[in-house]
């Protein structure tokens, strides 16, 4: 699936290098070349992941990074560390920091890609075109096919967004609020109760295959998918 991925670099040559590989995997990519150019994109719009550099003109790479990890918005956001720092306690440092991978330059575009899925495998698996399956629900990111059992099932664009984001986080409770920020984005401005339209579309779109029992709603907390829905007599 599309993502979203700003890449923070201040060496020209570089920073194209990794934008037109990004753009060519089917990435969106914001560019900054200092931290401060940074944080002016993340207000505008939050990426699914940063790629970082570690030395930049004026706060650092590091210093970004804490920043980052300190911000209730940005703190779940996936970065990898770039950096010309080889050194173990150099990595430990930019780990601390709170990035999620670290690579050392010179580095080849094909590590870069294979580590940046990875780490949306690991981070934010509603990112990535991975099959899924909760027992004989079916959902394939990669053709936009959803099936129940043996039964090919029509969802609609954003009901879609959502089934993926439920079957990659299961047994957990999201508030509106919540799914609006990781669904809709957090620079899309949307009345919460909008959720509630969507929920209702996607158990009705479930309900061919019996499967709308998967989606919960947790009474004055928000909407929960379980892998073992209760079954009604």
């Known amino acids: 699936m599309s993502t979203t991925i700003l890449v923070v670099e201040d060496e020209p040559a570089i920073q194209e290098l990794i934008a037109v590989n990004l753009s060519f995997a089917g ?43 300190s911000d209730e918005r940005t703190r779940q956001v ?48 509603q990112l990535t075109d991975d099959l899924i399956q909760i027992g004989t629900l079916f959902l394939d990111p990669a053709t936009h096919r959803v099936r129940g059992g043996e039964i090919s099932l029509t969802v609609g664009p954003t009901e879609f967004r959502l089934l993926h984001f439920f ?27 909008t959720v509630d339209v969507h929920i209702r579309r996607l158990r009705k779109a479930l309900e061919p295959s019996q499967h709308e029992n998967h989606i919960e709603t947790v009474r004055g907390a928000g909407y929960r998918f379980t892998a073992q829905p209760l079954k009604f007599a």
């Open 27 to 69: 990435h969106k990519v914001l560019r900054a070349f200092d931290a401060e150019q940074a944080q002016t994109l993340i207000r505008a719009e939050l990426p699914d992941l940063i790629v970082l550099d570690w030395m930049l003109p004026g706060a650092s790479g590091i210093t970004l990074a804490r920043q980052l990890r």
């Open 167 to 193: 079957m990659t986080h299961t047994e957990r409770v999201f508030s509106r609020a919540q799914l609006l920020d990781q669904v809709w984005g957090d620079h899309v401005f949307v009345e919460e109760r």
């Open 78 to 125: 996936p970065v990898i560390m770039l950096t010309a720092k080889g050194a173990e306690h150099d990595k430990i440092e930019g780990l601390e920091a709170g990035a999620d991978d670290y690579i050392t330059k010179p580095f080849s575009p094909k590590e870069l890609m294979a580590r940046i899925k990875a780490v949306l495998r690991r981070r934010a698996p």
